[in-house]
T-cell receptor, first 116, second 117 residues
Framework: AQSVTQLGSHVSVSEGALVLLRCNYSSSVPPYLFWYVQYPNQGLQLLLK??????LVKGINGFEAEFKKSETSFHLTKPSAHMSDAAEYFCAVTHSWGSSASKIIFGSGTRLSIRP | DAGVTQSPTHLIKTRGQQVTLRCSPK?????VSWYQQALGQGPQFIFQYYEEEERQRGNFPDRFSGHQFPNYSSELNVNALLLGDSALYLC????????????????FGAGSRLTVL
């Protein structure tokens, strides 16, 4: 079975400060990991994905995440927060195994607030 | 290029009623997954369809059923609605081949918000 745990349901940072959203995963097979963002009253949008290539993954809007197998972590970071980054962020896990499409499991989410 | 479209965007039902939600996948996608997102929670996987068959299912009762049509569009049906079924229902599409090449990326619609009174 696979799962993800997002540490901190709410994170608040000042504009221009570092953003760090934490995600730990559990998987019995090599995982594929994702970060999605959800703005109010919208669906989810892919920020970035890890699919067993480079461990440091760069995504859209200046976000990046690092896959650390030893720590079973996939934390999301951004060097300098913008007001427009305020949203809900979801970490997700799946795997690629055989030819069947695997389901994607989401964490409970972290709400990011940006202080002026 | 249209993304994933869902209808209706909002609806209100009463307990015991039945509801049908519809989804048109992104052009070029053949797989549709449905998720339930309760307020303040992450999306929970309901089931996935491709080649017009249910391929995987999450921990949801049989009251939740679905269908996929030859044009890859999909419906989610919920019978005997309960108050706890109130949620945002998200449809996501992907291409099955994406899994073979290690890139099972979902494209989400904006969702259908169901309120059960």
């Amino acid at each position: 079975a696979q799962s993800v745990t997002q540490l901190g349901s709410h994170v608040s940072v000042s504009e221009g400060a570092l953003v760090l959203l934490r995600c730990n995963y559990s998987s019995s097979v090599p995982p594929y990991l994702f970060w999605y963002v959800q703005y109010p009253n919208q669906g989810l949008q892919l920020l970035l994905k890890y699919t067993s290539a480079a461990t440091l993954v760069k995504g859209i809007n200046g976000f990046e995440a690092e896959f650390k197998k030893s720590e079973t972590s996939f934390h999301l970071t951004k060097p300098s927060a913008h007001m427009s980054d305020a949203a809900e962020y979801f970490c997700a896990v799946t795997h690629s195994w055989g030819s069947s499409a695997s389901k994607i499991i989401f964490g409970s989410g972290t709400r990011l607030s940006i202080r002026p | 290029d249209a993304g994933v479209t869902q209808s209706p965007t909002h609806l209100i039902k009463t307990r015991g009623q039945q509801v049908t939600l519809r989804c048109s996948p992104k052009s070029g996608h053949d797989t549709v997954s449905w998720y339930q997102q309760a307020l303040g929670q992450g999306p929970q996987f309901i089931f996935q369809y491709y080649e017009e068959e249910e391929r995987q299912r999450g921990n949801f009762p049989d009251r939740f059923s679905g269908h996929q049509f030859p044009n890859y569009s999909s419906e989610l049906n919920v019978n005997a609605l309960l108050l706890g079924d109130s949620a945002l229902y998200l449809c996501a599409s992907s291409h099955r081949r994406g899994t073979l090449y290690g890139a099972n990326v979902l494209t989400f619609g904006a969702g259908s918000r169901l309120t059960v009174l």
